[in-house]
């Protein structure tokens, strides 16, 4: 109501729920700009945001960029606190490391700037994406910024454009959402290795180590419980090796953000080994 009535917005009202990556075709398709922002209806953008993403599409080899994502309600409860620190380290890791190769494997939904160009040459296999041989309902995120590397485009991260975005306040959404995330992870790594190769051997160590870390996860844990069950003895060696490289990783994500708040990311670990794991 807000907005209907100023010239420089137009709403496309689709007479029925079509889905995110429908509505999204059909926007790009009747947009006519060089860029496209696309924002998820729970975010909110920093006011320097479309200029900074924009300044970083200025080279015409990059496709796609994001900006870095902070939890909007994040003081409402432990887990939302839990959820911001670790969109921090998804972000300012893992999307920073592998913008020093302008692949990111990624470009989050909540606030992502596209080449229009670009997207038009890929919108029909994005359309028409099939999983277990019915059209695709999730991953869009992922499925899009593969495609904009297989074509050739350059994938970029600008950490300093905030977008603030709601999380899972409780459990249940929480998991269903990582559930989602999970399966996409799987499916689109498995459409991207031929991808890898000519990218970068730090990205294909990258994206194997995601993959194959949390396997590994799982079977330390599986085999701490067989020595338990079995022998009645404490598998002191994997719970110490767990706490260790949690610990690790949590102090340097400290040292690097200079906030303390990052040693209780700590947390996440025991919530990663008895629920997200089994999940």
Same mark, same amino acid.
């Given at each position: 109501?807000?907005?209907?009535?100023?010239?420089?917005?137009?709403?496309?009202?689709?007479?029925?729920?079509? =889905?995110?990556?429908?509505?999204?075709?059909?926007?790009?398709r009747e947009s006519s700009g060089d860029l496209?922002?696309?924002?998820?209806? &729970?975010?909110?953008?920093?006011?320097?945001?479309?200029?900074?993403?924009?300044?970083?599409?200025?080279?015409?080899?990059? =496709?796609?960029?994001?900006?870095?994502?902070?939890?909007?309600?994040?003081?409402?409860?432990?887990?939302?606190?839990?959820? &911001?620190?670790?969109?921090?380290?998804? @972000?300012?890791?893992?999307?920073?490391?592998?913008?020093?190769?302008?692949?990111?494997? @990624? @470009? @989050?939904?909540?606030?992502?700037?596209?080449?229009?160009?670009?997207?038009?040459?890929?919108?029909?296999?994005?359309?028409?994406?099939?999983?277990?041989?019915?059209?695709? &309902?999730?991953?869009?995120?992922?499925?899009?910024?593969?495609?904009?590397?297989?074509?050739?485009?350059?994938?970029?991260?600008?950490?300093?454009?905030?977008?603030?975005?709601?999380?899972p306040n409780s459990m249940g959404a929480y998991?269903?959402?990582?559930?989602?995330?999970?399966?996409?992870?799987?499916?689109?790594?498995?459409?991207?290795?031929?991808?890898?190769?000519?990218?970068?051997?730090?990205?294909?160590? &990258?994206?194997?180590?995601?993959?194959?870390?949390?396997?590994?996860?799982?079977?330390?844990?599986?085999?701490?419980?067989?020595?338990?069950?079995?022998?009645?003895?404490?598998?002191?060696?994997?719970?110490?090796?767990?706490?260790?490289?949690?610990?690790?990783?949590?102090?340097?994500?400290?040292?690097?953000?200079?906030?303390?708040?990052?040693?209780?990311?700590?947390?996440?670990?025991?919530?990663?080994?008895?629920?997200?794991?089994?999940?």
């Open positions: 109501d807000h907005y209907a009535c100023d010239p420089r917005f137009r709403f496309i009202l689709m007479p029925k729920n079509v =889905g995110k990556r429908k509505a999204q075709i059909v926007a790009i496209v922002l696309n924002v998820d209806s &729970d975010t909110t953008i920093a006011p320097d945001v479309v200029t900074k993403l924009a300044l970083k599409m200025y080279s015409p080899a990059v =496709g796609a960029a994001m900006g870095q994502l902070t939890a909007s309600n994040r003081s409402d409860t432990w887990l939302t606190r839990l959820i &911001d620190m670790e969109y921090w380290l998804a @972000c300012n890791e893992e999307r920073a490391a592998q913008a020093r190769f302008g692949a990111v494997m @990624c @470009c @989050c939904g909540p606030c992502a700037m596209y080449r229009r160009s670009a997207l038009l040459l890929l919108l029909d296999k994005y359309e028409t994406q099939l999983f277990r041989g019915r059209p695709s &309902d999730f991953g869009e995120d992922r499925h899009l910024t593969i495609l904009m590397l297989n074509a050739g485009f350059r994938t970029e991260y600008v950490p300093d454009a905030i977008a603030a975005t709601v999380v998991l269903r959402q990582q559930l989602r995330w999970a399966r996409s992870t799987f499916r689109d790594t498995l459409l991207a290795l031929r991808l890898l190769p000519g990218l970068d051997r730090y990205l294909t160590l &990258d994206v194997i180590g995601q993959n194959l870390g949390p396997l590994l996860l799982a079977l330390s844990v599986l085999t701490g419980l067989a020595q338990l069950a079995l022998t009645a003895t404490v598998p002191w060696s994997t719970i110490l090796m767990i706490a260790s490289m949690t610990m690790v990783r949590c102090g340097v994500a400290a040292f690097r953000a200079r906030e303390l708040r990052f040693l209780g990311f700590s947390l996440h670990t025991l919530l990663n080994v008895a629920l997200l794991l089994p999940l």
